[in-house]
């Protein structure tokens, strides 16, 4: 048997674990894996490496992926099914196993229904797949930004300021919300919910008059204000139809500053976020996906992603998981609430 593995999308901690865990699993089994460069783009343009005991060594604790990742959407290049399709056959593979998000994975479900034999791995810093409790590549980006804030505390609180805090996740609110209950943020701000700049200024006020000097304020990139509208960094979309988020922390902290009058600064994360060495539990999570994915090809069960359900990892169907984006479960933010101001 032969199969090919590959890394879509942006990419996140806990993919090159994903990788070597599909590897190892498949050379105890003397299965053949190929490696297809820069996601779907690979699949295209036939750019595929051997995946061996030599190519995965020390890949474990790094960061990024062996593979490199891409945008690239078959179904929006011109004839791009039918050749797949032929490269597919070229390569002699058996089955793909796609390690990606939403789009991604979007793709891996199209390509099943469309004949190839397909099996997906969840991934994504913002943890807003369906079908999954979460996904790699999460646990790592809140930490990240959780140490961020604990380092802002230190300034804020030294020049006696506000602090504002941009965070990714596109349209769900799970890095704002968990990093901001983690670094006991003072006020969090979510896509889900619209921005109320009032409510927020009372907030912080309250909190300063009873003598707080500094407040960390956490705002998720797509966070928009009761208009809806979402800030950008350009118009442009990519080939999945997605904009890039990104802007919010500046409008905020202008406001911030304008109605309490406290001095504000904003620090935008950005890439930082989905940069090093994944967490210990990225990278037991990824291992535990990448071998039950290769249980997945091995039993012939295709079209299923691979999902962390409690603490199980457990098969689904991969339609179920592109389905509908996973908000943030609100309830949380409920709970982050009860420390604001
Ligand atoms: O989906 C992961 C993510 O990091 C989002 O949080 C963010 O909006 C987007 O990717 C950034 O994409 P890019 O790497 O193309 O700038």
């Known amino acids: 048997m032969k199969l090919g593995v590959l890394t879509g999308g942006g990419d996140c901690p806990g993919l090159n674990p994903v990788i070597r865990a599909v590897v190892r699993s498949a050379i105890n089994d003397e299965t053949e894996v ?14 595929y490496m051997p995946l061996d005991l030599r190519s995965i060594s020390g890949i474990l604790p790094k960061g990024g992926t062996i593979l490199g990742t891409s945008r690239t959407n078959p179904y929006k290049k011109e004839n791009g099914l039918e050749i797949v399709k032929k ?15 939403e789009d991604t994975l979007g793709v891996a479900t199209k390509l099943f229904k469309d004949g190839l034999y397909t099996v997906g791995v969840p991934k994504t810093i913002d943890n ?4 999954t409790d979460f996904t790699f590549g999460f646990d790592t980006a809140i930490n990240i930004v959780m140490e961020c804030i604990d380092r802002l505390h230190t300034t804020a ?5 506000i602090m504002v805090v941009e965070v990714m996740g596109r349209h769900a609110g799970w890095i704002a919300a968990y990093s901001g209950i983690a670094g006991g943020a003072d006020y969090i701000l979510v896509p889900e919910i619209p921005i109320d700049v009032d409510e927020l200024c009372d907030s912080i006020q309250k909190r300063h008059k009873r003598g707080k000097n500094f407040s960390i ?31 919010i922390g500046d409008t905020l902290g202008k406001l911030i500053e304008e109605k309490t009058g406290y001095e504000t600064r904003v620090t ?13 539990f990225d990278r037991v999570l990824a291992t535990r996906f ?30 179920e ?10 309830r949380l933010y409920d709970l982050a609430k009860i420390f604001f101001g």
Request: charged letters at 25%; proline letters at 2%; hydrophobic letters at 40%.
């Open 87 to 101: 490269n597919f056959k070229e390569l002699k593979l058996n089955a793909l196993v796609a390690i990606g998000g």
């Open 290 to 319: 990448g071998v039950k994915a290769y249980e997945l090809v091995k039993n012939k069960e295709f079209g299923k992603m691979v999902s962390l359900k409690g603490t199980e990892i457990v098969a689904v169907p991969l339609e």
């Open 321 to 330: 998981a592109t389905k509908a984006l996973k908000t943030l479960d609100l």
């Open 157 to 161: 609180e030294s020049h006696n300021r």
């Open 217 to 247: 304020v956490v705002v998720s990139e797509g966070a928009a204000f009761n208009d809806a509208s979402l800030f950008t960094q350009e118009q442009k979309l990519d080939e999945f139809g997605h904009v890039r988020l990104g802007g």
């Open 34 to 47: 190929v490696g297809i460069k820069n996601g779907w783009k690979g699949l295209l343009e036939k750019d």
């Open 268 to 280: 935008v994360l950005g890439h930082i976020q989905r940069g090093g060495s994944p967490t210990a």
């Open 128 to 131: 807003d797949l369906g079908a």
